[in-house]
């Protein structure tokens, strides 16, 4: 056998499938945090020095997200504010709409042996 590590195939595509859930959570919730910050109700001041760069190094001043309560609209007319439409509303749905396909088309299932009866995990358990 050579010097690569065979794994199992169900240790291969629950890997794979973690792999996948994880980097859409950290798409979304990366997404969610963005848009609530620079949608939401708050003045953008800076505060203080920061070490890293700003955050208006990526997305220009921040001054052209200030928002004010009366500049809000309201989306479908729901009474819930744009912001929160776009930024937590809106990934929802879509989390849940790719979750559907990912359990439907993408999953796998794998055959993960022979199934133990009663009497066959008694007789292992007995005889050590």
């Known amino acids: 056998m050579s010097g690569k590590t065979m794994?199992?195939?169900?240790?291969?595509?629950?890997?794979?499938?973690?792999?996948?859930?994880?980097l859409l959570w950290l798409a979304v919730?990366?997404?969610s945090?963005?848009?609530?910050y620079l949608y939401g109700y708050t003045s953008h001041e800076l505060a203080g020095v920061s070490a890293g760069p700003t955050i208006e190094e990526f997305v220009g001043p921040l001054e052209s997200f200030n928002r004010d309560p009366s500049s809000l609209t309201f989306p479908?007319?729901?009474?819930?504010?744009?912001?929160?439409f776009y930024a937590i509303v809106l990934p929802w749905f879509l989390c849940i709409v790719i979750t559907w396909f990912f359990c439907v088309f993408y999953m796998k299932d794998d055959d993960l042996g022979v199934e133990c009866t009663g009497s066959d995990s008694d007789d292992r358990t007995a005889n050590g």
Not at 33 to 36: T, Y
Request: glycine share 6%.
């Open 7 to 22: 794994f199992d195939t169900v240790y291969l595509n629950c890997r794979r499938e973690a792999i996948l859930i994880f």
């Open 29 to 31: 919730s990366t997404y």
């Open 33 to 36: 945090i963005v848009v609530s």
């Open 76 to 84: 479908l007319g729901l009474g819930i504010p744009d912001w929160v």
